[in-house]
């Protein structure tokens, strides 16, 4: 865009497959609030050929990120040791793309896009704010932020947070990308950075985690507390079926089918609130 600020996602073969994960996240992008033109701005990096190969048939923004003898083409699983390497590549790209001055969003491709997420996010000095799997009224003091979405400023203190976010990753066996970075809050290195992070309300930015109950407000449904891609796509049908029915209602008499409730990963998170 022309404050140079772009959204970033990562494809995979599994993500491209006909009625998989990418034609989902487009299909919410399309049909949600001031979001198709977004489609614009979206950098999707492909991990290997054939999703590049997919992206560019589309004619979306592509760019194919090579790491040698590592095999992204298959269905990664949440902590094996290919869903690892592929984090820690991903951090390693963004942290370039942050040298370079550019801010993004950055977003799982099991995001789906309801509303424009951008007029929600805060200008008040925040150099990073990111979405939670639960929050609990503390924006400053959440610990249990989520790494499949997140808008983070490009500026000093950024670039440094992400180079050692990267270089802990050799001391860091058996925890994901989004651990290692917790751990690092935990350990004070946001405070040292002079970092200003926001956690984001799951009242605008939901998950399957803790589900926004407010279909006026709720901005992005991650399919988070959900492992298998399988469960993920019938949930995420759900929920933009959801959108669906309760849009074409009109958001003033949106209630009936929100939020969805019954699926595989999709339960009851009333409770949480």
Request: glycine residues 6%.
């Amino acid at each position: 865009m022309e404050n140079r600020t772009l959204v970033i996602a990562i494809l995979n073969k599994a993500y491209v497959e006909q009625n998989a994960m990418l034609d989902l996240f487009l299909q919410s992008l399309g049909g949600g609030e001031d979001t198709e033109f977004l489609i614009d701005h979206v950098l999707f990096v492909a991990v290997d050929q054939r999703a590049f190969n997919r992206c560019r048939t589309l004619e979306l923004h592509c760019y194919n990120l090579v790491t040698e003898g590592v095999d992204f083409s298959r269905e990664v699983f949440y902590m094996s040791d290919a869903f690892n390497n592929m984090m820690w590549r991903r951090t390693l790209f963004l942290g370039d793309v942050l040298r370079r001055g550019y801010s993004f969003i950055f977003t799982d491709m099991d995001v789906m896009w309801l509303r424009n997420p951008f007029s929600q996010l805060y200008r008040d000095g925040e150099d990073l704010q990111m979405s939670s799997d639960c929050y609990y009224r503390n924006p400053f003091g959440n610990s249990f932020f989520n790494t499949g979405f997140y808008f983070v400023t490009a500026n000093n203190k950024t670039v440094a947070l992400f180079d050692e976010w990267y270089a802990r990753r050799n001391n860091s066996k058996g925890m994901k990308d989004q651990d290692v970075l917790q751990k690092m809050k935990r350990g004070g290195a946001f405070t040292r950075l002079g970092l200003k992070v926001r956690a984001l309300e799951t009242t605008y930015f939901s998950g399957f985690c803790q589900m926004s109950q407010d279909f006026r407000k709720v901005i992005t449904v991650h399919a988070n507390c959900c492992a298998s891609m399988k469960a993920k796509l019938i949930d995420l049908r759900s929920v933009l079926e959801a959108w669906k029915v309760n849009n074409s209602n009109g958001t003033s008499n949106a209630t009936i089918a929100w939020p969805p409730i019954k699926g595989i990963c999709l339960h009851d998170t009333t409770n949480k609130h």
